[in-house]
């Protein structure tokens, strides 16, 4: 009963003023979701020097639909699609600060009969990669770091430069489950 009144609460607050910043317990995890609200996009900011976990969880079965890791002080939007929540997890021994504001996002479709993914996105370069995973999440890879996502077969994953943008990958059984894709070397390669 607590944790559905501090969600609520939080939501409130975040729809009042447009920002909210939440502190998650080290070892914890928060669970954000807005029961009257069926296509939400949400701004998370990490304003701790340690990762966190953030994935998209389908709120009847709680199976994973999407997730990746979100880096010190690193900014992401995430789509949450309807009948999901978005699920923060501090698996860190520290106490983590996150800001957070909720806008309305498109409605995206979800077919069952999907197949999906796991592989690790790994930013091996000393600079930061702003990408876009349309419909998913817009994640700034934070230099040196590992995100871990769970994208369906087709979805595109693009570099952001500026206001224009450039397929950088199309997600297809030639990525294996647990694969880690090295995103400067497929940068360069775009690029050149």
């Not at 976990?53 to 009847?60: D, F, G, I, R, Y």
């Not at 996002?105 to 999907?114: F, L, R, Y």
């Not at 790994?122 to 930061?128: A, D, F, I, V, W």
């Amino acid at each position: 009963m607590k944790a559905t009144f501090l969600i609520l609460a939080l939501f409130l607050s975040v729809f009042a003023f447009g920002q909210s910043t939440l502190e998650i317990p080290a070892g914890e995890r928060i669970q954000i979701g807005y029961p009257d609200h069926n296509n939400l996009a949400i701004t998370l900011k990490n304003k701790s020097g340690l990762g966190l976990e953030v994935s998209t969880v389908n709120k009847v079965s709680g199976e994973q639909i999407s997730g990746f890791g979100l880096g010190p002080t690193a900014t992401a939007t995430v789509s949450v699609v309807p009948l999901g929540l978005l699920e923060i997890k501090n698996a860190s021994d520290k106490s983590v600060q996150i800001a957070y504001s909720i806008t309305e996002s498109k409605p995206v479709a979800i077919d069952e009969n999907e197949q999906y993914v796991s592989f690790t996105l790994r930013n091996e370069t000393l600079k930061s990669i702003p990408l876009i995973i349309p419909g998913v999440m817009n994640p700034n890879l934070s230099p040196q770091s590992n995100s871990g996502v769970r994208l369906k077969m087709g979805q595109e994953i693009k570099y952001r430069k500026g206001l224009s943008t450039r397929v950088l990958l199309t997600v297809d059984e030639t990525i294996k489950e647990g694969e880690v894709v090295l995103v400067g070397e497929l940068l360069s390669e775009v690029l050149n």
